[in-house]
């Protein structure tokens, strides 16, 4: 790799200051891009410190290829320090796990691995790299790459059952996923919900910009509460999931989230998301932006005249309830906190969201403190939006700094937790270093509140030993500045709008470090 860098000074190497790091980086690169990514880490206890960005970038889908270097072959048997078999470490979390064995093999294993990583559904692979490979020498021809090209409708039988089906329903809605952005739907997305005039909600996991959240038919994401859910989705007949795993759960609950009976059309290429948790009376396996355009004519023809006045009549009913109206409202009542002292958190989250550039990336883990985000937040475009999506913290920062390489001329924000900053507070220096155009809002409430939450609404308890950064409190503007990022703290809400939008307009490395009150 040393060497190759030499030869090509285009290429751009990017050092994180740990494992995890590394690969949670490369995640959010490939998030904000769309872009396959590669990235190397450090032997046996290496690939041990990624694991965790490994898994969220499972879930995600990313397209990466993660190399990790191994002990010569043959003295890995010898057991010697730093060693252990690496691809079965690596092959919960990937599509694809191998280890070169012979140096002629790299070109077909790197090719391999590319066109297993892109190919949907997308998602990372592995290589593990011994002593005795990287250090053979060998003529090579990498020859061509492949792209798998998996836009495709489904056959006209399937598309006419398919609309049929919707328009034979009374009370549709529609649940949007993450194959809205890997296909590039949004726009189609937009357009059928119109069509049909009938409400959207986002997955439970609302991790992307899964929907045009202005759109008039968009009422939102979907919570993680089971008896919530059930209740809001009971109103419905049916349910048209595009490209989702549309009730992902957090917390054990007797209740299921799906009212009894519920019929679920569903159309994805994610194949293990179809029908997964409940049946599915028409699952098609396919591209959710080419689905939606061969489907929408047919839906026309056989909607005849009255589909017109009827998404019209419905698009008129949402209008008093949709996103836009519950934004209106949450404002107001947030509003009302503008005066709080400690400075509350929803209000902060509504300074963030209210200074952010219009081109801004934001990249949440606010956890307790980004509750309302989504609700506050408008989607615009694919990749304007990235949150957490496998529950695992310290995800927030190196994700931010991976979007803002690969986004160099749009600003990007991240807004973390100081619970999930403590994880990953070392990206910092990678963004210092490279002297991204990134903003960090770290909300500091002391101590690990969500922990606090669910030991109070699940087990009735408040007594929290454990949870507080406290004797000594972590001063997160001091460990910035060591790292070489500019940083700030303020104390008081009134000054947050000018600090915010100054900070977001500087294109340059900072942090704001913003002290909020941390009471249940």
């Known amino acids: ?34 872009q396959l990514t ?5 032997v046996a206890p290496g690939l041990g410190n990624a694991m965790g960005a490994l898994y969220n970038a499972k879930f995600t889908g990313t397209p990466m290829i993660l190399t990790a270097g191994q002990q010569e072959q043959g003295h890995g048997l010898m057991e010697p320090l730093l060693y252990a078999p690496l691809p079965r470490l690596a092959e919960p979390l990937v599509k694809w796990s191998v280890e070169v064995t012979r140096l002629e093999d790299l070109p077909l294993i790197v090719r391999r ?27 090579m021809d990498l020859a061509r790459s492949t792209r798998v090209d998996a836009r495709a409708a489904p056959a006209s039988e399937a598309l006419q059952a398919f609309a049929r089906r919707i328009l034979a329903a009374h009370r549709p809605a529609i649940i949007v996923g993450d194959e809205i952005v890997k296909s590039d739907a949004l726009s189609q997305a937009a357009e059928f919900a119109s069509l049909l005039g009938i409400p959207v909600y986002q997955q439970s996991v609302p991790y992307g910009a899964h929907f045009l959240s202005e759109h008039p038919c968009f009422m939102g994401a979907l919570t993680r509460t089971q008896k919530q859910v059930r209740d809001v989705l009971s109103a419905y007949d049916l349910l048209v ?38 049946p599915v009376e028409l699952a098609l396996l396919a591209d959710v932006r080419e689905t939606l355009r061969a489907l929408m004519p047919v839906l026309r023809e056989e909607g005849g005249a009255s589909l017109g006045p009827r998404a ?19 404002v107001t009542d947030i509003s009302g906190k503008a005066k709080a002292a400690p400075i509350h958190p929803d209000w902060l989250a509504l300074q963030v969201v ?3 550039p219009g081109d801004a990336i934001l990249v949440d883990e606010g956890l307790t403190s980004s509750r309302y985000i989504t609700a506050l937040h408008a989607h615009r475009d694919r990749y304007g939006y990235h949150a957490l999506a496998s529950g695992g913290i310290g995800w927030g920062l190196p994700a931010a700094v991976g979007a803002s390489l690969a986004n160099p001329d749009r600003p990007v924000v991240c807004y973390v937790g100081d619970g999930s900053a403590m994880y990953s507070i070392q990206s910092l220096w990678t963004a210092a270093h490279h002297k991204l155009p990134l903003t960090v809002v770290l909300i500091n409430n002391g101590g690990y509140r ?47 709008p000018a600090v915010l939008a100054a900070g977001f307009r500087k294109p340059a490395p900072k942090l704001i470090e913003v002290m909020v009150d941390g009471a249940l």
């Open 1 to 34: 790799v040393m060497h190759a860098l030499q030869e090509h000074p285009d290429m751009q190497y990017v050092m994180a200051m740990q494992e995890s790091l590394v690969v949670a980086m490369a995640d959010g690169f490939g998030r904000a891009s769309g």
């Open 354 to 356: 209210e200074a952010l």
């Open 312 to 330: 019209e009549q419905g698009r008129a009913a949402l209008a008093a309830v949709n996103w836009t109206a519950q934004r209106r409202k949450l």
């Open 450 to 496: 969500i922990i606090k939450q669910r030991l109070k609404s699940m087990m009735g308890g408040d007594h929290f030993i454990g949870m507080d950064f406290a004797e000594p409190a972590v001063d997160f503007t001091a460990m910035a500045r060591a790292l070489g990022v500019e940083a700030m703290r303020v104390t008081a809400g009134a000054d947050l």
């Open 241 to 278: 999931v595009l490209g989702a795993d549309p009730l992902r759960m957090s917390v054990f609950s007797e209740i299921s989230p799906l009212p009894v009976g519920m019929p679920i059309v569903q159309v994805g290429l994610v194949e293990h998301d179809l029908a997964k948790n409940f």
């Open 38 to 42: 590669a990235c190397n880490v450090h």
């Open 113 to 139: 691995a590319a066109k297993i990583a892109m190919a949907p559904p997308t998602g990372p692979v592995f290589i593990s790299l011994p002593g005795d490979i990287l250090n053979a020498e060998a003529a």
